[in-house]
């Protein structure tokens, strides 16, 4: 059994990236992938009708040589290559992959986004892997957006780091580390980072490159601040960091005479909201302007929300409309696990 011959051209990418024989039992691995109802390695060679033995392509996730890294920007440059934009968005999200055994590399305990809710949590034994996606408009289907998985970390919890002797590191420096990549191996592409909270926090965003674009959500209660006046003649002391402090989210949205508006956002859905915004600096980010729009939903339980964008120009529809772009990552996580599961072999 063979994939398509349209299919398999677009498996040439990770022919520069590993050698001849790794990128044919790829092809062939990849072709089982396909049909596998269980995507195991084994499961994956009964798909394909593979007779050749397991160990040729248990090797390639276990000693063969190549970098999750350069595969990853591959694919980047594959998507570049087919559907060029003037700003390459990106988004950036954590998702967990049920497993078993207490012997597999990398497990432990994490919590699961899918079961949990906002007063409830439930944590599950597998691995939870930090994933950055390129988001990109359907070329048949406007408005319709899909999340391409290119870069991914596999994120230990403080006792499987100890266990392991690997350094902890958080979700957030994983997620700074793979933009950075992208940007040292494309720095002339104008990039635009769509995260939530977790990964667009007022700290995340002061150790950003400003030469990525950030929309992402902030709490109700984050302190906004003014630009910092001149400092003026004869004046003592040190320079300010901070201008004077502004209207919380909170606040904004308890002013009277707010404009209401309807946005159709995630594929055509309408919200019938309040809004309000206002230009000014995070706390902990004092040296990136960013426009706040707060949002106050009319109907349904989700309440007020507060999202952010470094593009202060951008009207405060365009910058909702942005994040919901964003959504894909969270609709398509099954994909970004397989992804994940094919780069396995670099953690």
């Known amino acids: 059994m063979d994939i398509v011959s349209s299919f398999a051209d677009l498996l040439q990418v990770f022919a520069v990236t590993m050698t001849p024989a790794s990128h044919e039992n790829l092809r062939e691995l990849t072709a089982g992938w396909v049909f596998a109802p269980r995507r195991t390695i084994t499961g994956m060679l009964r798909a394909g009708g593979i007779e050749r033995h397991h160990s040729a392509f248990h090797r390639i996730f276990s000693s063969a040589k190549w970098s999750i890294d350069t595969a990853g920007l591959a694919v980047y440059d594959l998507i570049r290559k087919l559907l060029p934009q003037v700003t390459m968005f990106l988004a950036g999200d954590d998702t967990l992959l049920n497993r078993r055994g207490l012997k597999m590399f990398g497990v432990g305990m994490h919590r699961d986004p899918l079961l949990s809710s906002r007063g409830f949590t439930v944590v599950r034994w597998g691995h939870c892997w930090v994933v950055l996606c390129v988001v990109i408009e359907s070329p048949r289907t406007a408005g319709r957006y899909y999340a391409l998985p290119i870069l991914a970390r596999l994120y230990l919890n403080k006792k499987s780091?100890?266990?392991w002797g690997r350094a902890y590191r958080t979700k957030p420096e994983m997620m700074l580390e793979m933009l950075k990549r992208?940007?040292?191996h494309d720095p002339e592409q104008s990039l635009h980072f769509l995260g939530d909270s977790a990964f667009t926090s007022s700290s995340m965003l002061k150790k950003m490159p400003e030469a990525i674009a950030v929309t992402g959500r902030i709490g109700c209660n984050s302190r906004i601040h003014a630009p910092v006046p001149e400092?003026?003649?004869?004046q003592r002391g040190r320079t300010r960091v901070r201008g004077e402090r502004l209207d919380t989210p909170e606040e904004m949205l308890d002013a009277k005479g707010l404009r209401r508006v309807g946005l159709e956002l995630y594929e055509s859905t309408e919200y019938k909201v309040r809004l309000a915004e206002q230009e000014g600096f995070l706390f902990n980010a004092p040296n990136r302007p960013i426009?706040?729009?707060a949002i106050e939903h009319q109907r349904g339980g989700r309440g007020r929300?507060?999202?952010y964008s470094t593009e202060t120009s951008a009207e405060a529809e365009q910058i909702l409309q942005w994040f919901s772009w964003r959504w894909p990552?969270?609709?398509y996580q099954p994909n970004c696990i397989s992804i994940a599961l094919l780069y396995q072999g670099a953690a």
């Open 305 to 307: 929300e507060v999202f």
């Open 329 to 331: 990552i969270e609709v």
């Open 231 to 234: 400092r003026q003649p004869g």
């Open 161 to 163: 780091a100890e266990k």
């Open 182 to 184: 992208v940007h040292a």
């Open 291 to 293: 426009k706040v729009v």
